[in-house]
């Protein structure tokens, strides 16, 4: 089956690799140019490279205020995530009255993508008063259908003989839950953490319209604020950018096996 | 656990419940109850100044005969879905690449997806600049190859503005179509394209007939995917371009949020809402009917 040779597949691959990678070069380049950026030509390598606008960055804008904020919020998302979904999964693997209508609410909310609910859920939080708090900004997204399912096909994994066993010896539900599926499930667990964290650290739309001060902004809005306030006029929004970026990229680098399944089967169940 | 009489069954159903309760109460609050609050609302002419007074399908009646906007909105997105299928088809090349057997493969994959997951105000900023009128890379190439005499500006113009945001959407969810297509490509037995091979099937020929007729599932699965991805590119487009210039890249999302939180018409927002959703199941039940399986759905058991 080696017949074929290698080279041309290698040099399809570079060339895509290389047409994903050079737009995060490119703003990389003017982060840490020295020169004006709006100079032309734009140099290919930067000239004179320093560091002023990562350091311009926490004039402009309370950079460590947002990184707080959204660390915070996604804090809040991913404990949830975590707690209540295995809580419902779980639920979902016993036999009880009115497991359909369950199942049959859970299928249908997973066809109202949040998009399509963002009035009356701004209504919804005023209501609450809990526009412009921590909890108002997470609350949206603590429980998420498709992580449900994934803990639920990942406890039914697990054999009827140990649940019963743990029974006999006097454990409770909950005592089922935390002491023996959740760490059988340590797969589960993982693709609950990294799909909350990539969706509330990564959301835009719902931080932009709960939030009124500019201390309770996130960091995607604080970069859509930095943008709008200096237009595109200073290196110092690409600095920013990169500075958003960066611990995204180091995360998904050290824990890819997991996003990548994490994605995958989130989307294929979804 | 025949143990428990009647009062153990019942602790056992409340106990289930309660372990509910919680995910329960945030899908009722934030999913089913905006939905209806959603239709009643696109019923009504209300603000939060004013108490409502209901009437009728006049908001419907204005969208469809008296709204250009709307209409353009909805064209875009249109165009936004349709262009789904060019990214899957660049995907499902590279997959077949990335799927072959040579060095350095997980490399090429991990390079490919890495857009996937960031954040996309960020990637809405790279691709700004990228764009840029004078600086911009993809001006810089096509000036110094003397492709055009004046720099493009992409993003300020009527003609450019939509394919640029769509290509800028291409190349994030790339990586995420190629991983989808990757898990479909190696779920086909080898068996049979190695029983081709010996009945003598060209590689083009085992592409055709084997390859693609097993991957289509997974190709509907993509093609929801990208369908739903432009109905929900809310970020994109507002840090790119806020549907500018004009409204040349106005989607139906980005036109729900500016009449609700700039204009403050909620009751109107809330019929376009009511357009958009239906819309989109609709949709998404023709594209499950077209792939013959049930893409998205879940297997309940």
Not at chain 1, 102 to 121: G, K, N, W
Not at chain 1, 223 to 245: K, N, P, W
């Amino acid at each position: 089956m080696h017949r074929y040779p290698r080279w041309p597949i290698h040099l399809a691959l570079l060339a895509a690799s290389f047409a994903m990678l050079v737009p995060f070069y490119w703003v990389l380049k003017t982060s840490v140019s020295g020169e004006n950026i709006f100079a032309y030509p734009p140099s290919v390598m930067p000239k004179a490279p320093h560091l002023f606008y990562y350091v311009d960055v926490w004039y402009y804008i309370p950079f460590a205020r947002y990184f707080l904020n959204s660390v915070v919020v996604s804090a809040i998302a991913v404990a949830a995530n975590v707690v209540l979904n295995a809580m419902a999964g779980y639920a979902l693997t016993r036999h009880f009255a009115g497991k359909g209508v369950v199942l049959m609410l859970f299928l249908s909310c997973m066809m109202v993508p949040f998009q399509a609910t963002i009035i009356p859920a701004y209504l919804i939080t005023g209501k609450l008063g809990l526009l412009d708090s921590y909890l108002g900004l997470a609350l949206p997204q603590c429980s998420t259908i498709v992580c449900i399912f994934v803990f639920k096909a990942s406890f039914e994994a697990v054999p009827q003989s140990l649940i019963d066993a743990a029974c006999i010896d006097g454990l409770s539900e909950w005592g089922i839950i935390w002491r023996m599926m959740i760490p059988l499930a340590k797969a589960a667990v993982a693709t609950n953490v990294i799909l909350s964290f990539i969706w509330s650290w990564n959301n835009f739309l719902w931080p932009l319209i709960v939030t009124r001060s500019a201390d309770m902004q996130t960091l995607p809005l604080g970069l859509a604020r930095f943008l709008s306030y200096q237009e595109d006029t200073t290196g110092a929004l690409y600095a920013f950018c990169i500075m958003v970026l960066a611990p995204g990229i180091l995360l998904f680098l050290l824990a890819q096996k997991e996003f990548i399944e994490g994605l995958t089967s989130g989307a294929i169940k979804a | 656990m025949a143990r428990r009489g009647r009062g153990g069954r019942w602790r056992r159903t409340a106990e289930v419940w309660c372990l509910l309760a919680p995910s329960l109460a945030i899908f009722l609050l934030y999913r089913i109850l905006p939905l209806l609050w959603n239709g009643v609302l696109s019923f009504e002419d209300w603000s939060p100044l004013r108490p409502a007074h209901w009437i009728g399908l006049e908001n419907y009646d204005e969208m469809l005969f008296d709204d250009g906007v709307f209409w353009q909105a909805l064209w875009n997105t249109l165009i936004f879905m349709a262009s789904a299928p060019i990214g899957i088809v660049i995907a499902l090349a590279l997959a077949l690449l990335v799927n072959a057997r040579i060095r350095g493969r997980d490399i090429y994959r991990t390079i490919i997806f890495l857009s996937y997951p960031l954040m996309t105000v960020a990637v809405a900023i790279i691709w700004r600049w990228m764009f840029d009128e004078r600086v911009g890379l993809i001006n810089y190439v096509a000036r110094s190859l003397d492709l055009v005499d004046r720099p493009i500006q992409f993003l300020n113009s009527f003609n450019w503005a939509l394919p640029s945001v769509i290509a800028a959407n291409t190349w994030q969810m790339l990586g995420f179509y190629m991983i989808i297509l990757l898990t479909g490509l190696q779920s086909i037995p080898g068996e049979l394209h190695e029983a081709a091979a010996i009945d003598g099937a060209t590689g083009s020929r085992r592409f055709w007939s084997i390859t693609l007729p097993l991957l289509r599932p997974t190709l509907f699965l993509c093609f929801v995917i990208g369908m739903l991805n432009s109905f929900t590119s809310f970020d994109l487009v507002y840090v790119m371009t806020g549907g500018g210039p004009g409204r040349a890249t106005e989607l139906l999302i980005t036109y729900i949020y500016k009449l609700g939180f700039s204009q403050t018409r909620f009751d109107y927002a809330a019929a376009v809402t009511v357009f958009f959703f239906v819309l989109l199941i609709s949709v998404t039940w023709v594209a499950n009917r077209l792939s013959g399986r049930d893409a998205g759905a879940m297997r309940l058991d």
